[in-house]
């Protein structure tokens, strides 16, 4: 069956960084776009960015723009996620996603990891 797994959450001082990892399996990860999804306290999931099956094209929400980076490795059928000048409003379980359609929509994807935890303390 399919399973995404993130890792590499963690504690961290505002202003610091992260990188989170997404690994795939029991799908062709080279066939599905894949995306970043955050949820905090009280609050709806939100995205967070998208990366093409190519990896050719990414978008961010503007709230990360200019401070997180999405990538891939289709030959370790992983994504990655780096988290740079990190805020407390950062805060929040972090999950990835899988979907055939190159979107914001957390509708849109097929396949969701169990999330991992990005704390920033302020």
């Known amino acids: 069956q399919v399973q995404l797994v993130e890792s590499g959450g963690g504690l961290v001082q505002a202003g610091g960084s992260l990188r989170l990892s997404c690994a795939a399996s029991?799908?062709?990860?080279?066939?599905?776009?894949m995306g970043w999804f955050r949820q905090a306290p009280g609050k709806e999931r939100e995205f967070v960015a998208v990366?093409?099956?190519?990896?050719?094209?990414?978008l961010y929400a503007d709230s990360v723009k200019g401070r997180f980076t999405i990538s891939r490795d289709n030959a370790k059928n992983t994504m990655y996620l780096q988290m740079l000048s990190l805020k407390a409003e950062d805060t929040a379980v972090y999950y990835c996603?899988?979907?055939?359609?190159?979107?914001?929509?957390?509708?849109?994807?097929?396949?969701w990891g169990q999330g991992t935890q990005v704390t920033v303390s302020s």
């Open positions: 990366i093409s099956w190519s990896g050719a094209s990414t």
């Open positions: 029991g799908l062709t990860f080279s066939d599905y776009h």
């Open positions: 996603a899988a979907g055939r359609s190159f979107a914001s929509g957390r509708g849109l994807y097929d396949y």
